[in-house]
């Protein structure tokens, strides 16, 4: 059984950062594709920024040169790096981990992006 315990979420001022991390269970953790979406209401939940096994990302072009993913495979943690927030950054963000053709979830954590 995986699970996914996020953190780090909060209001932050436009331009401002804040930095997700997504606490993982399992031993074999390193083996998988992580990554982050996000999600407001009355939308669909949309990816963010994946990282593989062997550490290749991806972003969303909403996110690119502001958003950073990286993980610790000795803590089995992922973490979202989140620079020059905007107001349309607001949303609920969820961590997920891609363990065969099943996707784990984590709880998510509120960013609220407001002055």
């Known amino acids: 059984q995986v699970q996914l315990v996020e953190s780090g979420g909060g209001l932050v001022q436009p331009g401002g950062s804040l930095r997700l991390s997504c606490a993982a269970s399992?031993?074999?953790?390193?083996?998988?594709?992580m990554g982050w979406h996000r999600q407001v209401p009355g939308k669909e939940r949309e990816s963010v920024a994946g990282?593989?096994?062997?550490?290749?990302?991806n972003y969303a072009d909403s996110v690119k040169g502001r958003f950073t993913i990286s993980r610790d495979n000795a803590k089995n943690t992922v973490s979202l790096q989140m620079n020059s927030l905007k107001p349309e950054d607001t949303a609920v963000y969820y961590c997920?981990?891609?363990?065969?053709?099943?996707?784990?979830w984590g709880q998510g954590t509120q960013v609220t992006v407001s002055s």
């Open positions: 399992g031993s074999m953790f390193r083996s998988y594709t």
């Open positions: 997920c981990v891609v363990v065969g053709a099943k996707v784990y």
């Open positions: 990282i593989g096994s062997g550490g290749s990302t």
